[in-house]
């Protein structure tokens, strides 16, 4: 009973070394490290026989030669293709390990792409186009909405230069009329409500003619410098608009304004009060 028992466990132990061995093969075969060992030891084998082959006279064994020279160039053509792939390894090794250098565009194309994002009008230009045309200062600094301003003012200087231009003209040929007593020309007759041309009233009409033609003068020359200061105020808001368009407005400019306690004190003849009032402080922070 012993002996079959000794028996019967050596046999299990052959099996065990039989699988055991079948797998350590099947794991040689499935391993890439595995075949790349067997790889390199049979071409390092083709290499040393092919060596001996080139080094022994084909004199010697030309029976040889003939059968070991496809074997020569099997191996040849594996080494070639090993070599090929070491080096396309090495070569992606080398990019995955080479730090990308980010691409820099040139400082002018930069500028250049800046500028035809952003208008950046020029001062002088716009000054220039300011003084020749009104408004061409606003149309090339590209606001539009100011034209209507700059167009209306305009416009009301010269209504206003107009009319009192007219109403000058005639309250002083009338106020010529009634110093050389013409009292029946037409330009008191039209200026005055009817019936109130009377010889009592010749001093108070006259006197009434001088001082309006005096008042409708000044009214004309105060339109004057209306209309010059309105052309000049669209010359200047074109300089300035051209001058500021790249001025750097940042977040921390602010103004706040909150109540606040104030400490004041009041001097008597005889003596210094004291007290605290509430007023409004106003805070700019740039």
């Known amino acids: 009973m012993t002996k079959r028992r000794r028996i019967y466990q050596w046999n299990i132990a052959l099996l065990l070394c039989l699988v055991?061995?079948?797998?350590?093969?099947?794991?040689g075969q499935d391993r890439p490290r595995a075949?790349?060992?067997r790889t390199q030891r049979t071409q390092r084998e083709q290499t040393d026989s092919?060596?001996?082959?080139?080094?022994?006279?084909?004199?010697?064994?030309p029976a040889t030669e003939s059968v070991t020279a496809p074997?020569?160039?099997d191996a040849a053509k594996s080494i070639a293709v090993a070599d090929s792939i070491a080096a396309e390894n090495r070569k992606r090794m080398q990019e995955m390990t080479?730090?990308?250098t980010p691409s820099v565009a040139p400082a002018d194309s930069l500028h250049e792409v800046i500028n035809k994002k952003v208008f950046i009008p020029n001062p002088v230009k716009a000054t220039w186009l300011a003084l020749i045309i009104p408004g061409g200062g606003q149309i090339y600094n590209k606001k539009f909405w100011k034209l209507p301003i700059v167009y209306g003012g305009f416009a009301g200087c010269a209504y206003a230069l107009t009319w009192n231009g007219k109403m000058y003209k005639d309250y002083s040929q009338a106020y010529k009329d009634a110093a050389q007593n013409r009292w029946e020309s037409t330009s008191i007759?039209?200026?005055?409500?009817p019936g109130y041309v009377q010889p009592s009233r010749y001093s108070q009409i006259t006197d009434i003619l001088r001082r309006r033609k005096d008042t409708y003068r000044r009214y004309r020359d105060m339109s004057i410098f209306a209309f010059i200061g309105v052309y000049l105020i669209s010359v200047v808001d074109a300089y300035v608009d051209a001058e500021l368009s790249n001025?750097?407005?940042?977040?921390?400019?602010s103004m706040r304004v909150e109540p606040a306690i104030i400490n004041s004190q009041y001097y008597n003849q005889s003596s210094s009060i004291s007290g605290k009032s509430v007023g409004l402080q106003c805070s700019l922070r740039f």
């Not at 055991?20 to 794991?27: L, N, P, R, V, W």
């Not at 092919?50 to 064994?61: C, D, G, K, M, W």
């Not at 001025?247 to 400019?253: E, G, K, R, S, V």
């Open 71 to 73: 074997d020569s160039i």
């Open 98 to 100: 080479t730090p990308q």
């Open 20 to 27: 055991q061995t079948a797998g350590i093969a099947m794991y």
């Open 247 to 253: 001025f750097d407005i940042t977040p921390d400019l």
């Open 35 to 37: 075949a790349a060992k």
């Open 50 to 61: 092919l060596n001996l082959h080139s080094a022994t006279p084909a004199s010697q064994h």
């Open 189 to 193: 007759t039209d200026l005055l409500p």
